[in-house]
């Protein structure tokens, strides 16, 4: 039997799929994640939000990989906002910051896939833990996923640019 969650697990899975959806919605709809648009700023609010409520929780008693993913999203999140700012990066800071919104939208999934497939269905979890081949192999696809959508953005990024 997976192990209940909490109200704070409750809170934090709730509050967590905002910037899933609003992600998604930006991915689909402008194929980015722009820090301009409504959608762009309630991901970024959202994955701050999902970070936060996550270090109240663990299964391990203390900091864990999911905290640190977190951290890492934040960190992210914060050079990907700074990079087009600073002019050392020239051009490549536009790309750069997009690859860096991708990331942390990358890195929002990867706890995300594990808690699901651990915790789904109610009565008999698809997966034991982090190590269950279903969580790898769901987590491989998801970096091919990652990096095919990234390539992608990329080719249109410069796509787009040639069209000026």
């Known amino acids: 039997m997976p192990h209940p969650l909490s109200t704070l697990g409750a809170v934090h899975t709730a509050i967590s799929l905002v910037p899933f959806a609003a992600g998604l919605y930006s991915f689909v709809r402008y ?7 409504r959608s762009g700023r309630v991901y970024l609010g959202g994955l701050a939000l999902s970070v936060l409520t996550s270090f109240g929780l ?6 864990n ?6 951290l890492l999203a934040l960190l992210t999140a914060t050079g990907a906002l700074l990079v087009p700012r600073l002019s050392l990066f020239g051009r490549a800071g536009r790309y750069l910051a997009q690859f860096g ?3 942390t939208f990358f890195l929002l999934l990867v706890p995300g896939i594990n808690e699901t497939l651990t915790r789904l269905p109610v009565a008999h979890p698809l ?5 269950s081949p279903i969580v790898r192999g769901a987590l491989a696809a998801w970096l091919g996923i990652f ?4 390539s992608l953005q990329l080719w249109w ?6 069209r000026i």
């Open 65 to 70: 990989a999911g905290h640190a993913l977190g």
């Open 31 to 37: 194929g980015s994640i722009g820090p301009t648009r």
């Open 127 to 131: 997966a034991t833990g982090p190590d």
């Open 157 to 162: 990024m410069l796509r787009s640019l040639r």
């Open 147 to 150: 990096i095919v959508g990234a």
């Open 58 to 63: 663990s299964s391990t008693g203390g900091f």
């Open 101 to 103: 919104f991708s990331f």
